[in-house]
């Protein structure tokens, strides 16, 4: 069982789930999972692991359009080693200051591999939730779609430095405030765009048509991918982004760009059903915890 299926058995038990983060009252509560095996490639140093895995918590709050206000920490390592561990909490300090946020601590556990568990804390009175997209409204992205697979082609090659620096992302928090008046649905591209749009259409009960000319594939992704193939793979399919993937009336763009701190890419529209790409299918694949 992988991590869809296994929320899809808790759905009747817990039925508030399925968004970003949770709310509670105008509080907005994440926390994730990541391991070293799964989540780290070799190469990846802890100051880029403390940034990534606090930052993938943060990104969740800025899918609810909330102000990010705290992060802590689990650090479970075979060993504790002063370097690494200080490097890990300055990578989760400096990714909450990029945000406005703070790193207030957390705690130390023993573990075969390197594991950590983030929780972000957020503020919103007037959260997004991923089920208010209506067809004829626009899809949008913020940012560039692939950063993160093309690290992981980086790291491959042993290409470390630029890896690590690719691995890290400013989470979107500002750009979620700014969209979040203006915006019907929004999540997090985590998972990928293509299965983004599928979450996003069966919140929403829509669907959506997305032109590839419109993707704004970042530009580290043409320098490492073999052809037009892989570029779409890492940009559409392998996820770990972390951008905000959005539904607003067309109407509402330029002013939505003019608000953002981040470029705003318009790349479709929301339909009656089916999630398409140039006229065609689109698979819903994309990362996938558990498997």
């Keep these: 069982m992988d991590e869809r299926a296994a929320l899809s058995a808790l759905a009747d038990r817990l039925s508030a789930a399925g968004d970003d983060a949770a709310v509670v009252g105008e509080q907005v509560l994440t926390t994730d999972m990541l ?25 969740d709050v800025a899918a609810m359009g909330a102000a990010a206000t705290a992060a802590v920490a689990v650090y479970a390592a075979p060993a504790f080693d002063p370097e690494e561990l200080e490097a890990f909490v300055a990578g989760a300090s400096d990714v909450c200051e990029a945000v406005g946020a ?25 959260p997004v939730f991923r089920s208010g997209a209506s067809p004829g409204e626009v899809v949008c992205v913020t940012g560039t779609l692939g950063r993160s697979g093309a690290a992981l082609a980086l790291f491959d090659r ?28 929004m999540m997090d591209s985590s998972d990928g765009l293509a299965r983004s749009l599928h979450q996003l259409a069966a919140a929403s009960d829509c669907g959506f048509s997305v032109d590839s000319e419109s993707l704004p594939v970042d530009e580290s992704v043409r320098t490492v991918a073999d052809g037009r193939a ?3 793979e890492l940009s559409i399919f392998f996820g770990e982004d972390f951008e905000l993937v959005f539904t ?5 763009v330029p002013a939505l760009r003019e608000a953002s701190p981040t470029p705003i890419s318009v790349i479709g529209e929301a339909t009656a059903a089916g999630v398409e790409l140039d006229g065609e299918p689109l698979a819903d694949r994309g990362y996938t915890h558990g498997t």
């Design 35 to 59: 391991h070293e095996t799964t989540d780290f490639p070799d190469g990846t140093d802890r100051y880029t692991a403390g940034w990534r895995a606090v930052g993938a918590s943060l990104s």
């Design 102 to 126: 703070e790193y207030v601590g957390g705690d130390l556990d023993e573990s075969r591999e390197f594991t950590t568990a983030t929780t972000a804390l957020g503020r919103t009175d007037a």
């Design 158 to 185: 042993g290409e470390y430095e630029r890896a690590n620096g690719l691995f890290r992302f400013e989470p979107r928090v500002a750009a979620g405030r700014a969209v979040a008046p203006r915006a019907t649905a």
């Design 230 to 232: 892989e570029r779409r």
């Design 248 to 252: 607003a009336p067309e109407a509402e």
